[in-house]
């Protein structure tokens, strides 16, 4: 059974950093694509950015030059560096993953991990 666990949240400043982990445990297929989203209260939940089992990554405007995604195949952990925070960015933030191979695709989410930025 896959199951992903995040960490790292919590409260900053307006200008902090803060890191995300996303830990995998369970057997995933080779071919896959994890990625981070988030939903504010009221909100729908949207996309922060994305990375291919290959390491092709893609990051939503809104996120482009302050958020790097990143991930380590060996320790079945994906990354979200967060620099530049601002109060916008505030969010419970999710781990997902979609794998494919015989069967079609699998999705998983994790639990969520909060991210408060104050002004």
């Known amino acids: 059974q896959v199951q992903l666990v995040e960490s790292g949240g919590g409260s900053v400043q307006a200008g902090g950093s803060l890191r995300l982990s996303c830990a995998v445990s369970?057997?995933?297929?080779?071919?896959?694509?994890m990625g981070w989203y988030r939903q504010a209260p009221g909100k729908q939940r949207e996309p922060v950015a994305t990375?291919?089992?290959?390491?092709?990554?893609n990051h939503e405007d809104r996120v482009k030059g302050r958020f790097t995604i990143s991930r380590d195949n060996a320790k079945n952990t994906m990354y979200l560096q967060m620099n530049s925070l601002k109060p916008e960015d505030t969010a419970l933030y999710y781990c997902?993953?979609?794998?494919?191979?015989?069967?079609?695709?699998?999705?998983?989410w994790g639990q969520g991990t909060q991210v408060t930025v104050s002004s």
């Open positions: 990375i291919t089992s290959s390491g092709s990554t």
């Open positions: 369970g057997s995933i297929r080779s071919i896959n694509v």
């Open positions: 997902n993953l979609k794998d494919y191979g015989l069967g079609g695709r699998k999705e998983y």
